[in-house]
């Protein structure tokens, strides 16, 4: 078992076939194949399966993926381990983002960060609540933005923002100069898949609020475009809204409902240098 086939086993679950790995890692398509192949060999099992759509892990391949990722952190925190013992940051740094706090939250820190630490390399993943708990769980990222409460997992608060009601322009509702949960009752809701829905949901309880969910959606985007189409109302958070939110409207919320942020490690004992010093520079920023 090589270096270059547990490479090759990440690059392939991450990007979902040998071609896009292959361009990653700069090995040749058959190479990549031929490390795939000799692995499963060693390992006795398959850890993918292929199909018309593409390719997917087997449960053998999710364990070793796991495995495998963390075989390659601590070979690569070998060396910047040594370089942070001589004052010097440098390696990788994974950050998985939510997209409404990517540009609000993390751009500018993480332009900070380079500036600083110019010799670590910065990857950003985007996606929901889930799929960043996921990433940090499986060692596919070090640090992450997450909604809080976050069980398991090393929080630094973030933000907090409220949330707020979003209408169609011309709406019964919009000439309020807020909107009270239970005002939603009966009426067309868009719900969100996202890190979100807990609160939503959590709020309508408490208020005793039956929502009528019409549609789900997962972007904030998508929800945003869905109220403008005269669907549904819905409930958003006001951190990542455009200024110009067309032929929509959003009224303050009652209760007041409010979304809190946090960068997450899955421990902090055991983070690398360029976490650690990520972590250290939001510390020295922070209100």
Do not use: K
Request: glycine share 8%; hydrophobic share 45%.
């Amino acid at each position: 078992m090589t270096l270059a086939q547990l490479r090759a086993l990440i690059a392939v679950a991450d990007h979902g076939g040998f071609t896009a790995a292959a361009d990653l890692i700069g090995m040749s398509q058959p190479a990549v194949s031929r490390a795939i192949s000799s692995l499963e060999r060693e390992v006795g099992a398959p850890l993918f399966v292929r199909h018309r759509d593409g390719i997917a892990l087997t449960e053998a391949g999710r364990r070793a993926l796991a495995r495998a990722r963390e075989v390659l952190r601590n070979f690569d925190l070998i060396r910047v381990e040594v370089a942070a013992a001589a004052g010097e940051i440098t390696g990788m740094l994974r950050v998985a983002s939510l997209p409404s706090a990517t540009g609000t939250l993390i751009a500018h820190r993480l332009r900070a960060f380079t500036d600083r630490y110019p010799q670590v390399q910065i990857r950003l993943f985007e996606g929901v609540d889930d799929d960043v708990r996921a990433w940090l769980c499986q060692g596919a990222a070090e640090v992450g933005v997450v909604t809080l409460p976050a069980p398991g997992l090393h929080t630094v608060p973030l933000n907090t923002h409220e949330m707020v009601a979003v209408l169609p322009e011309g709406h019964c509702l919009a000439g309020q100069e807020s909107v009270h949960i239970t005002d939603l009752t009966g009426r067309p809701f868009i719900l969100t898949t996202a890190g979100c829905r807990p609160l939503i949901m959590n709020a309508a309880r408490e208020a005793d609020v039956q929502l009528d969910i019409a549609f789900e959606a997962g972007g904030q985007s998508a929800i945003l475009e869905m109220v403008a189409a005269g669907l549904g109302v819905s409930i958003v958070p006001t951190l990542g809204l455009p200024a110009d939110l067309g032929p929509v409207v959003t009224r303050p919320l009652e209760p007041r409902t409010t979304r809190s942020l946090a960068l997450a490690v899955p421990s902090l004992a055991n983070c690398g240098p360029a976490v650690r010093a990520f972590l250290d520079q939001h510390a020295e920023t922070a209100p």
